[in-house]
């Protein structure tokens, strides 16, 4: 096997402005913002306002960013994947429209779609892209505009999700740094738990699935959030054996931002104190997608080359993984 992996060499995010508090959410439904902090972690969330924007103006402008901050042509990018649940549109895909709109022309793009752990199974294809030294310039896109598939009367769902959207720069490397391993799982049984009921080819938008709010996240919650904590717990714990890697081994978890006990419980597993774990949560809510580029980014400044990071995730269908990250550069 060639000694040949895919780095992360660059990253960059996109928020909107708007800032939906917990304040707020108390006019819209029935909750407060104690239950929302002790049962959630979150304070606030950033909602995409404005007529006709979706998420892949949110991508495009994260994709932007990266390319500028990272010193890239358009023309240089092989492959870009977009990691979302709120394409769009049903096709063409977002991440053709992300790459249409940062003038990204030499490149193929598509959509891979496993709810709140796409961005690591995004991540995890592209990497094998680049180990087989085919490709050398690959953007790996998380971005999530929940607000547009959230039920603004659902106390149990509103309160968690928001709007985001982060970018990857992946680039060959032999330096003994970017992504080791990883490991992944699907379980399709969970779909009921879990899923929007209508707009889909089973059931096609129509006048009653409006009335009936079928286009909104369904969510059984406890069900959900008694998987999510095995799911990444299983996926950490996989990591940590198959490269022997001690709980002192590692400097970072990345742990998708579902709710802030999923966090702590998925530390305490992994014998992880709370100052190796990143946390913003209470900031962006559950973006879906964004949430492990909405981290990198916060904690860009205090990674260093050759730290273990470990990005982890759980999501409907079910889907979970965790992958094993040596950071490959210092702060600039
Ligand atoms: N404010 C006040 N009360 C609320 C509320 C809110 N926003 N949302 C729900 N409740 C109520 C429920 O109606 C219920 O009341 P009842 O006992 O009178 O029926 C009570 O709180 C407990 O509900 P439950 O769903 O058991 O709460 P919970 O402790 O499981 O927390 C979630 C709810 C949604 C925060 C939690 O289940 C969760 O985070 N699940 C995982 C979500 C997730 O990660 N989703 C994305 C997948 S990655």
Same mark, same amino acid.
């Given at each position: ?24 959410l108390? #006019?819209m439904v029935d909750t /407060?913002?104690?239950? &929302?902090?002790? !049962? ?11 007529? *006709? ?27 870009? &994947? ?56 690959? &953007? ?10 959230i039920d603004y009367t659902d106390r149990a769902t509103c309160i ?24 992944? !799982? ?21 006048? $009653?699935?409006?009335? /009936?709010r079928?286009?909104y996240?369904?969510? $059984?919650?406890?069900? %959900? ?15 940590? /054996?198959?490269?022997?890697? #001690? ?12 709710? #802030?006990? &999923? ?5 305490? #597993? ?15 809510? /559950? ?33 979970? *993984?965790?992958?094993? %990250? ?7």
């Amino acid at each position: 096997m060639s000694n040949l992996r895919a780095a992360i060499t660059s990253l960059a995010t996109y928020s909107p402005d708007y800032v939906l508090t917990n304040a707020e959410l108390e #006019k819209m439904v029935d909750t /407060n913002d104690q239950w &929302i902090l002790e !049962r959630t972690g979150i304070q606030e969330r950033r909602i995409l306002k404005g007529e *006709g924007l979706g998420t892949s103006y949110m991508g495009a402008k994260a994709v932007q960013a990266l390319l500028e901050k990272s010193n890239t042509r358009p023309e240089e990018i092989d492959l870009l &994947i977009c990691a979302t649940a709120t394409p769009d549109f049903v096709f063409p895909s977002t991440a053709s429209l992300i790459a249409n709109e940062a003038g990204i022309k030499n490149a193929f793009h598509y959509d891979v779609m496993a709810a709140c752990s796409g961005f690591i199974y995004a991540l995890h294809t592209a990497s094998q892209f680049i180990e087989t030294g085919k490709y050398k310039k690959i &953007i790996v896109v998380g971005a999530d505009k929940m607000s547009s598939i959230i039920d603004y009367t659902d106390r149990a769902t509103c309160i968690i999700f928001g709007d985001g959207a982060g970018a990857v720069l992946l680039e060959p490397t032999t330096d003994n740094t970017g992504i080791m391993d990883a490991w992944m !799982r699907s379980d399709g049984a969970g779909w009921v738990h879990l899923h929007q009921k209508a707009g889909g080819s089973r059931r096609p938008p129509t006048l $009653e699935t409006v009335q /009936n709010r079928e286009h909104y996240v369904y969510q $059984e919650g406890a069900v %959900v959030f008694k998987h999510a904590v095995q799911g990444m717990a299983e996926a950490c714990t996989h990591i940590m /054996n198959n490269n022997n890697l #001690k709980a002192e081994d590692i400097n970072w978890l990345v742990p998708h931002q579902a709710n #802030k006990r &999923i966090i702590d419980s998925t530390a305490h #597993k992994m014998g992880l104190p709370d100052e190796k774990v990143m946390l913003n949560i209470q900031k962006y809510g /559950n973006t879906t997608n964004a949430t492990i580029p909405l981290c990198l980014k916060d904690y860009e400044s205090q990674l260093k080359k050759g730290d273990n990071l470990i990005l982890a995730a759980f999501g409907g269908g079910f889907t979970w *993984g965790a992958i094993y %990250v040596k950071w490959a550069y210092n702060p600039q």
